[in-house]
C-alpha cells in the first residue's frame, strides 16, 4: 500500500517569510495529492490540491509541486501570516486508498 | 449550507462502556470515513464505507464498530473491546475516494 512521509514535523518562521513543506509517497499510482490545514481543536480542511497530470497549482499565497519521476510533493506559503499557524497533513491516493503524512506543525510568529 | 455534523463535541465514557459517536453530512457524497488522531500523530483510519449498508475496516477498525443505513449518517461505536479509546475523532465524506476529504469538527472522547 501506500505510504506517505511528511518533513518536518515542526516549522517556525517569521511573519512574511516562505514555508516548505515537503512529502514523498511510494506508490508510482498514485494521482491524487491533497493539502489539509488543521487549527486547535478542529477538524482538517482542504486548502490545495494536485492532480498528476499537473506540475504545479497555485491560489493566491499557497502552492503546490509535484515531482512524479521523484515522488514527491511540496506545499508553498509566501508572506505567511500569524493566521498560518496550524497543522499541515499531506496526503496521496492510490486505487482509491488515500494515505496522509504524519503532520507539520508550522508557527508563524509576530 | 452543506457540512458534515459530529456530536457531541466532548464526550467521557467510563471503562467498560460502549459509546457512540455521530456523524451526519447533508452533502450528498457517497463516501464517508472515521478516522483517529491521536497527540503529535497523522489520521489513521477505522473505517470506511462507500456506499449504503456496505463498509469496510481500515487500518485499526479492532474494538471499534460502524453501520450505513442512511447516505447521510456514518455513527461509530467504540467498544468496551477498545483498549486504548481515548483520542480525538474525526469524521470525514467524500463524492468517492479520489477525491478531498471534507472532515468534521471532531469528536474527543475520553475514558475516566
Known amino acids: 500500500g501506500e505510504n506517505v512521509e511528511q518533513h518536518p514535523s515542526t516549522l517556525s518562521v517569521q511573519e512574511g517569510d516562505s514555508a516548505v513543506i515537503k512529502c514523498t509517497y511510494s506508490?508510482?499510482?498514485?494521482?491524487?495529492f491533497p493539502w489539509y490545514k488543521q487549527e486547535l481543536g478542529k477538524g482538517p480542511q482542504l486548502i490545495i490540491d494536485i492532480r498528476s497530470n499537473v506540475g504545479e497549482k497555485k491560489d493566491q499565497r499557497i502552492a503546490v509541486t509535484l515531482n512524479k519521476t521523484a515522488k514527491h510533493f511540496s506545499l508553498h506559503i509566501t508572506e505567511t501570516q500569524p493566521e498560518d499557524s496550524a497543522v499541515y497533513f499531506c496526503a496521496a491516493t492510490s486505487y482509491n486508498d488515500m494515505r496522509f503524512g504524519a503532520g507539520t506543525r508550522l508557527t508563524v510568529k509576530p | 449550507d452543506g457540512g458534515i455534523t459530529q456530536s457531541p463535541k466532548y464526550l467521557f465514557r467510563k471503562e467498560g462502556q460502549n459509546v457512540t459517536l455521530s456523524c451526519e453530512q447533508n452533502?450528498?457524497?457517497?463516501?464517508m470515513y472515521w478516522y483517529r488522531q491521536d497527540p503529535g500523530q497523522g489520521l489513521r483510519l477505522i473505517y470506511y464505507s462507500q456506499i449504503v449498508n456496505d463498509f469496510q475496516k481500515g487500518d485499526i477498525a479492532e474494538g471499534y464498530s460502524v453501520s450505513r443505513e442512511k447516505k447521510e449518517s456514518f455513527p461509530l461505536t467504540v467498544t468496551s473491546a477498545q483498549k486504548n479509546p481515548t483520542a480525538f475523532y474525526l469524521c470525514?465524506?467524500?463524492?468517492?475516494?479520489?477525491?478531498?476529504?471534507?472532515f468534521g469538527s471532531g469528536t474527543r472522547l475520553t475514558v475516566v
Open positions: 470525514a465524506s467524500s463524492i468517492d475516494r479520489r477525491y478531498g476529504y471534507t
Open positions: 452533502l450528498n457524497h457517497d463516501a
Open positions: 506508490d508510482s499510482a498514485s494521482n491524487y
